[in-house]
């Protein structure tokens, strides 16, 4: 048995659900100040969920506490599900208040609030990216130029976090497959993920699929951050409001056993978004100890 200063605490939580063992799984890993960038990943990769976050002391009086993100392969700026879960617990444990806090992390300063069910951030900057063909990138997830939904451009768009977002027709969302990350075009290559979207501008709702085997993650149960991109895509493309707030409702999940609901906002002017946010629920599932990786 290591002695109690070889390891650290830890607790999984499920965010964007109201039950255990659905949406996105999440490992919050706690008193990791001075450990290397290399110790975090190790840890990252032991838990070889889509995201490991590590609470730490903010680096300004402007932040209640700052988040560093990991997926299996690579650290993160941003990303949404760990950014709900992290100040949920943060919260839950009274190491911060409940309501208005200040979250630090690779894409800025982003507000959060929080309380007893769940969390919602605000996401990064928001910005639109090129256009690219639609067709090649249904190709490359296993579909054809007939499920592309052509009514609306692909293209790229980011809020923290850059994704390339691919409309396709309702019934081909489920049909998509992992990709290859040697398969992805050019316009994912360099993230490794895609974002598979069927939006209903009569519902406000989008059924989503996310595929990142650039980030060691086939698909992800729930992705707050490509929500809050695809906010600032669907105003860019005319499919929300172009002024004032408005959302929408992201589910995602279903096709891997873990539904999750994220309930996406979004504020425009002129036909740019110009802030979004993702709030979810969040459910407890456990915690332990787990040993500190040498250095």
């Known amino acids: 048995m290591k002695p109690l200063d070889e390891l650290l605490r830890f607790d999984v939580v499920d965010v964007f659900t109201d039950r255990p063992f659905a ?11 001075g450990l290397s960038t290399e110790q975090l990943h190790a840890i990252a990769r032991e838990f070889n969920l889509s995201e490991t976050v590590f609470p730490l002391p903010p680096t300004t009086p402007e932040a209640t506490y700052r988040a560093r993100i990991f997926t299996p392969e690579k650290e993160l700026p941003f990303a949404g599900h760990p950014s709900v879960g992290v100040a949920w617990v943060l919260a839950r444990d009274g190491v911060i208040e409940a309501g208005d806090a200040v979250q630090e992390c690779g894409a800025g300063l982003l507000p959060v609030t929080v309380d007893a069910s769940g969390a919602r951030i605000t996401g990064g900057p928001p910005t639109i990216g090129p256009e690219f063909d639609a067709v090649v990138m249904a190709e490359a997830i296993g579909l054809s130029a007939s499920d592309v939904d052509t009514s609306v451009r692909a293209g790229l768009a980011s809020a923290g976090l850059e994704f390339p977002i691919l409309p396709v027709r309702p019934d081909a969302v ?6 290859l990350r040697g398969a992805l075009p050019s316009e ?3 993230s490794g993920h895609v974002l598979v979207v069927a939006f209903d501008a009569t519902t406000r709702s989008a059924h989503v699929r996310m595929f990142g085997p650039g980030s060691g993650v086939d698909e992800d149960p729930a992705t707050g951050s490509a929500s809050v991109a695809l906010a600032v895509f669907l105003v860019d493309r005319g499919l929300l409001p172009a002024d004032g707030h408005s959302g929408f409702t992201s589910y995602q999940g279903a096709e891997i056993h873990r539904p999750s609901r994220l309930d996406v906002e979004v504020t425009a ?7 979004t946010s993702v709030g ?5 599932v456990s915690s332990g100890q787990i040993a500190i990786p040498p250095a």
Do not use: C, D, K, Y
């Open 23 to 33: 949406g996105n799984p999440l490992a919050v890993v706690h008193g990791a100040e």
């Open 174 to 179: 489920s049909r998509a497959r992992v990709p």
């Open 188 to 190: 994912a290559q360099a």
């Open 269 to 275: 002017e002129g036909g740019t978004a110009i802030r």
């Open 280 to 284: 979810g629920r969040v459910v407890a």
